[in-house]
Each structure stands twice: as structure tokens, then as C-alpha cells.
């Protein structure tokens, strides 16, 4: 069974949006929070944001503060990134995770979805 599924991704043009989602099985349901990772090619896997299901607060790194935002939808069981004033370094497979406990560790989440490209032209 799939428990995360993200989709959404694609090739933009630099300054340009794009919406992930992020679906998540109701047997993540114990799992409060949901991060958001990427990776690009020959990099480690990098912590992008976060929101916790109860309450909705964010968390972000530094590099997309401002230009991201992550939202959700409770009823839908659906995690949102907005991305926008995307840059080529932007690029990478971008994945969701939920976890217990809010953290920017990916090796601290439970489970993970397979991840969908951003791919961002200069």
C-alpha cells in the first residue's frame, strides 16, 4: 500500500510556480508531522519545510523561507508545497515523509513517498 504519493512536479521555466501534493494514507494518521525533502543529483537529501497536521504551523530552511509555502488539508489528507520565484538550483526529486515529531532529519521519518521531479531551465 502506498502511504505517501506526491504529485505535481515538472519543468518550469527560472521565476516561474509550480503546486506539489502530497496524499497521505489515513495509517499515517499517527504520524503529525509531514516534511518536505529534495535531492538533486550527486547531493545529500535536503530538509525544504514541514507542518505539523495539528494546528498547521511551518517550518522552513532558509534557502526557500519566503519563496515556499506549505499548507494542508486536513479533510483531504493532502500536504501542499507551493513553490514559487523558482530557481535552477531548485532542481531536484522532491519528496514527502511523515514523522512523529517535527525534524529536519530525514533519517527521523517513518515513511516516504517516491518522490516526483522539479526540474527548473535558467
Known amino acids: 500500500q502506498v502511504l505517501l504519493e506526491e504529485s505535481g512536479g515538472g519543468l518550469v521555466q527560472a521565476g516561474g510556480s509550480l503546486r506539489l501534493s502530497c496524499a497521505a494514507s489515513?495509517?499515517?494518521?499517527?504520524?503529525?508531522?509531514i516534511g518536505w525533502f529534495r535531492q538533486a543529483p550527486g547531493r545529500e537529501r535536503e530538509f525544504v519545510g514541514g507542518?505539523?497536521?495539528?494546528?498547521?504551523?511551518?517550518d522552513y530552511a532558509a534557502s526557500v523561507k519566503g519563496r515556499f509555502t506549505i499548507a494542508r488539508d486536513n479533510a483531504k489528507n493532502t500536504v501542499y508545497l507551493q513553490m514559487n520565484s523558482l530557481k535552477p538550483e531548485d532542481t531536484a526529486v522532491y519528496y514527502c515523509?511523515?514523522?512523529?515529531?517535527?525534524?529536519?532529519?530525514?533519517?527521523?521519518?517513518?515513511?516516504w513517498g517516491q518522490g516526483t521531479q522539479v526540474t527548473v531551465s535558467s
Open positions: 515523509a511523515a514523522a512523529g515529531l517535527p525534524s529536519s532529519r530525514w533519517s527521523t521519518y517513518d515513511y
Open positions: 489515513t495509517r499515517t494518521k499517527s504520524n503529525t508531522y
Open positions: 507542518i505539523r497536521r495539528s494546528g498547521g504551523s511551518t
